[in-house]
């Protein structure tokens, strides 16, 4: 279900004549089928790999072949095994902390994907499956989470911006480098991923604003996953979040988040029309943390086994699957192969990692200020004199 404001339904720019893709056109039509489940879901795939009609979003992915629906499967494969191979490396003291997307692989593969080269992502720090989208090698990932470097990747390099831990702050960064995209008249869009809890900080919200009031070609990916570390969703708001679009002045929509194929469609709808200039539109893809917050965190303390066997049920790589098999669109032969490829990548990321190169000490105290300073130079002094003691200390 989608909810669309007065101004929303007043683009400022023509839209295109693709049915189903304006302002305009866009109702709260499901087909009878979808209606069933959940009327404020979009789903194209139901957990059991039943591909249900939707006349609002199917045209969003009439395109997508076999081919392509095998490259989403072997999308979300990898990622998975690149990250619970992150998980194991921070269990054995190769990596300082991880944050696991587990379970969050269909939102992020989905949207990842309808993603255009020239539009620009800004990720929280959980988003490895979008990196994977954008071409950023995984290994490039880790070495933050290792502390040998403060991000690991050149963010123009992919237009991926860097890992964002300050929660919800780079929902104003993506808000004000999509007002600079239209400044300079260009067609791309800009993506802010951002979670449940996030939705709860000032800054998203002051982003919403900005975003709506200057048509801002901003799409809001809001992985809703229920919690925001050990806060349950129910406390962070008391309407849907995709609701919240309404009060902004932009459309809100929800997306069954474990659906690779809906996260595709309705991202590609946002993102067409921000880069027609119809402004920003928030996506809440309903979804599940299905692991820990970090490597740090032991949910067993505020949650029950019960739900996360729930969520396993609706699995986002098993209903893939499972329409694949029903489709006859992959052979054991395709699932051979790629269980092979995620072996080699795995064992790519153990090698990779064990092997970074620890950072120089002093680095952490170049770039503070483009001319050096006074306080930075004593304090680079005074570090040096800490580990000198050292020295001494092993010369004893
Ligand atoms: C401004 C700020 N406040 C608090 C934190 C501590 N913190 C780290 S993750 C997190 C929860 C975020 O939850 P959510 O937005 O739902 O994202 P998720 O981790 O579930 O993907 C919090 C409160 C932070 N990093 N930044
Ligand atoms: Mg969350």
Not at 78 to 107: H, P, V, Y
Not at 126 to 152: I, K, Q, S, Y
Request: glycine share 10%; hydrophobic share 35%; charged share 25%.
């Amino acid at each position: 279900m989608t909810v669309e404001s007065t101004a929303a339904r007043k683009p400022r720019r023509s839209a295109g004549s693709k049915a189903g893709t304006t302002g305009t056109k866009r109702t709260t039509r499901t087909t009878k089928k979808a209606q069933g489940t959940d009327p404020e879901l979009v789903q194209l795939l139901t957990p059991e790999g039943e591909r249900v009609e939707n006349a609002e979003y199917d045209g969003y992915v009439a395109d997508i072949t076999a081919d392509e629906l095998r490259g989403l499967y072997r999308d979300m494969v990898l990622t998975r095994r690149f990250d619970a191979e992150a998980t194991s490396l921070q269990r054995q003291g190769e990596l300082g902390l991880w944050a696991s997307l587990l379970g969050q692989e269909a939102a992020q593969i989905g949207s990842g994907r309808a993603t255009r080269e020239d539009d620009y992502v800004f990720p929280t720090y959980r988003e490895h499956g979008v990196a994977w989208c954008r071409g950023v090698d995984p290994t490039n990932l880790l070495g933050m989470f290792r502390g040998v470097n403060n991000g690991g990747w050149d963010p123009n390099g992919n237009n991926f911006h860097l890992y964002t831990i300050v929660i919800g702050s780079q929902a104003l960064h993506a808000t004000g480098y999509a007002m600079g995209v239209a400044k300079d008249g260009a067609d791309s869009a800009v993506i802010a991923y951002f979670g449940d809890g996030a939705s709860s900080q000032g800054d998203v919200s002051e982003a919403f604003n900005f975003a709506a009031v200057y048509n801002a070609p901003v799409v809001f990916f809001c992985q809703n996953n229920q919690w925001a570390i050990s806060e349950s969703n129910e406390k962070q708001t008391r309407v849907p979040l995709y609701q919240r679009a309404q009060g902004f002045g932009f459309p809100g929509v929800r997306v069954d988040g474990n659906d690779v194929l809906a996260s595709l469609a309705v991202t590609r709808w946002a993102l067409e029309r921000a880069r027609r200039g119809e402004g920003p539109a928030l996506i809440e893809a309903y979804t599940y943390r299905m692991g820990a917050h970090t490597t740090s965190d032991d949910p067993s303390r505020y949650r029950h086994d019960d739900e996360r066997a729930a969520w396993e049920a609706k699995d986002p790589i098993l209903r893939l699957r499972r329409h694949l098999e029903a489709a006859n669109h992959a052979d054991e032969g395709f699932f051979g192969e790629l269980e092979a490829e995620s072996e080699a990548l795995g064992k790519r990321v153990r090698e990779v990692v064990r092997a970074m190169p620890d950072p120089d000490r002093f680095a952490i105290f170049e770039n503070v200020y483009a001319d050096g300073h006074a306080l930075v130079d004593e304090e680079r002094a005074q570090f040096a004199a800490y580990q000198a003691s050292f020295a001494d200390a092993e010369g004893v």
